[in-house]
């Protein structure tokens, strides 16, 4: 009797919806390395070369309605837009049937990513809001030490240099971009995952160049709310630093400190390094995502956002340095 090898799932069709940095360093090599997933479209108004892709045969369309058209067998999409216009294209591509991946943040407005849900539930889709800050395994070591620990207080630093991440992106700091947020953002994933309990922000203060209309940086004062196990946290975002880049979260606890640096992917307690790993969290954000079309499920976390929003809400604007490129 002859024994027959099981066959492998052939990897699902996936189009990439806005090629600009995020897609072209990030989604792209994570596509190729996990091997769950076929690069099979890129829509980018501005074109695309077969070295972005990472593949000659790879066709590359003006509007996802052009993509949806031309390969209705499609399965799935990934919005790595702008923020301001992912609502209309993430219904467009539900509607048409297919899962969607959003990169962070998931919509401009909470009210959006409200929609954006009931839009999943009608269509039977797997909706997935990608916090790629979580997929570091040194983010689910904290969030499983700090599992029933008391924190006193967080610190969370987040600066980077915007020329260097984001050179010539005027989006960032249009209405609707999140400016400083954009990256602050992910810190905010990040806390809201490792943390024991919830925390309101109480107070902020944002920084918007004279010429611009979003926040190059930002301070928020946060607490837990009554009878958690969570103090004080504080965030610090910059757009303005230089040299040496800082995403760093500080934990103090009743038995002793936790840092999370490098962007949540190295953790430190007490002082002494416990996790250190390489960058993955976008091979990390498709296996999450291939699982949740296995299993016909989604995964939108709102919370990053709404503190985002209560920033806005409760925070004292300040003029600032107009911005130049």
């Keep these: 009797m ?25 989604h792209v090599p994570a596509i190729a ?4 997933f076929r690069l099979a479209a890129v829509v980018s108004p501005h074109g695309a070369t077969p070295e972005e892709t990472g593949h000659g045969d790879v066709p590359v369309f003006r509007s996802q309605a052009e993509m949806l058209a031309a390969l209705p067998g499609l399965d799935a999409v990934a919005i790595c837009t702008p923020p301001a216009v992912r609502h209309a294209l993430t219904v467009e591509a539900l509607r048409a049937g297919k899962h969607v991946l959003i ?14 849900l009931d839009a999943a539930d009608t269509a039977g889709r ?64 990040i806390l809201t995952e490792i943390l024991p309990g919830p925390v309101v922000v109480r107070d902020a203060e ?13 301070k928020l004062r946060m607490e837990g709310v009554a009878g958690s196990a969570v103090g004080t946290v504080t965030a610090a ?15 103090e606890t009743e038995s002793g400190r936790l840092d ?29 995502f291939h699982h949740l079309i296995a299993d016909a499920a989604g995964d939108v976390d709102a919370r990053p956002l709404q503190l985002v929003a209560d920033a806005c809400l409760v925070g004292r604007w300040r003029t600032t340095d107009a911005f130049h490129w």
């Excluded at 007490?270 to 999450?288: K, S």
């Design 126 to 189: 797997t909706l997935f809001a990608a916090w790629h800050s979580r997929f570091n395994a040194a983010v689910e070591e904290t969030r499983r030490r700090l599992a029933g620990a008391t924190v006193r207080h967080a610190a969370i630093t987040w600066k980077e240099d915007v020329r260097r991440w984001h050179p010539g992106q005027d989006w960032i700091f249009a209405a609707g971009g999140f400016g400083v947020f954009d990256p602050g953002i992910n810190a905010l994933s």
């Design 2 to 26: 002859t024994r027959s090898t099981p066959l492998t799932p052939a990897p699902l069709t996936l189009g990439i919806v806005g090629f600009g940095k995020i897609a072209r360093d990030q």
């Design 260 to 288: 999370l640096t490098h962007g949540g992917s190295r953790l430190s307690v007490d002082g002494v390094p416990v996790l250190v790993e390489p960058d993955a969290e976008y091979q990390g954000i498709y296996r999450r």
């Design 237 to 251: 975002f910059d757009f303005l630093q230089e040299g040496e880049q800082t995403w760093a979260i500080a934990i």
């Design 33 to 36: 390395a996990t091997g769950l």
């Design 206 to 218: 944002l920084r918007v160049p004279a010429n611009r209309d979003t926040p190059i940086a930002a």
């Design 103 to 116: 990169e962070k943040p998931p919509a401009a407005t909470l009210t959006e990513l409200g929609l954006l």
